[in-house]
């Protein structure tokens, strides 16, 4: 059962990095927290964003440090949620190990 869940997880972290490089557009929301990590330094980022968005300042943070290092892809973009997705699926992993054998 856990060699099931396991394989489950690894599964989704392919497809989660599939359709990631995949580099579908950005949805209309995404466009917009772009924009503001985009135009904003990191100490705009502490105060309100524009267009009414709201996010974690640590996120906000790792997507402003991406864009610097990586430019303005989509891909690039996209790579801190990508890397939490895969936390979780992890977690979920151990999760399920620790506490459900």
Known sequence: MIRLGA???A???????YLW???RTLWL???MIAANVRDR???DLVGQLWLGQTAP???LFLQRGML???GTSEIALRFVPVLFGLATLAATVWI???WMT
């Open 7 to 9: 394989a489950i997880a």
């Open 57 to 59: 300042l640590g996120w």
């Open 21 to 23: 490089t995949g580099a």
């Open 29 to 31: 929301d995404e466009e």
């Open 96 to 98: 399920g190990r620790r």
């Open 41 to 43: 330094g990191f100490a």
């Open 68 to 70: 610097l290092s990586f």
């Open 11 to 17: 599964v989704a972290s392919v497809l989660l990095v």
